[in-house]
């Protein structure tokens, strides 16, 4: 009978005996482990595991690191789990390859349950995190939109947009500038054109939520 090996990433040694002790019960199944990096890269020299169950905070660069190393160099199915994930996480980990993402707290039913499935080729990724991973994705499109939309702007532009979103008005932004206030107003003119904005008061709250938007998403300004 052919088993599936499966690799158990984790620094914390009570998932990784709890796993053993589960997988020790079902015939098909074999349990490698590594409490990180280094680990997994040995268990892997040792031969290819079926699937990689890998914590997201695996030592010493995460579980996103670890798979993308899995990815590159073996053809093993990864799974990354943690507590509380969050849309970034999960997102970022699909991104990496990871075939799905579970939370710590599944059942020994369901962990068993979905590392059978990833067998027969699905994902397991339960309803709430597939909801987070669209809604991150949502996110990225949003924060792509917001960027092109910035990227007309000239530097002087964005320079004046962020001076208006803090309320300064014309006089202070060409004091502060060395330039005219006439100069300024122009630029005001070109911005409200540019992001088709009908106010200085739409161009502060769009810049605002767009500075919220993009460092939410990892990006900057």
Known sequence: MTRTRILVADSQTIFRCGVSNLLARESDLEFAEATDLD????VVAEGCPDIALVDAELPPAG?????QWLQAHCAAQSIVWSFEPTRETVLAAVRAGAAGYL???????GLVRSLRGVIRGEAPLSRDLAALMIEAIHRHEDGDRTRERLSILSRRE?????????????????????ISEFTV??????????????SRRAAAEFYAHAQDQLTTVGASL
């Open 103 to 109: 939370r710590k707290e599944i059942s020994p039913q």
């Open 185 to 198: 107003k122009r630029h005001v003119q070109n911005i409200l054109g540019k992001l088709e904005l009908a």
């Open 39 to 42: 680990g997994v890269k040995a």
């Open 158 to 178: 964005r320079e004046i947009l962020d001076y208006v979103a803090q309320g300064a008005r014309n006089r202070q932004i060409a004091a502060e500038l060395t």
């Open 63 to 67: 579980g996103v690191a670890a798979v």
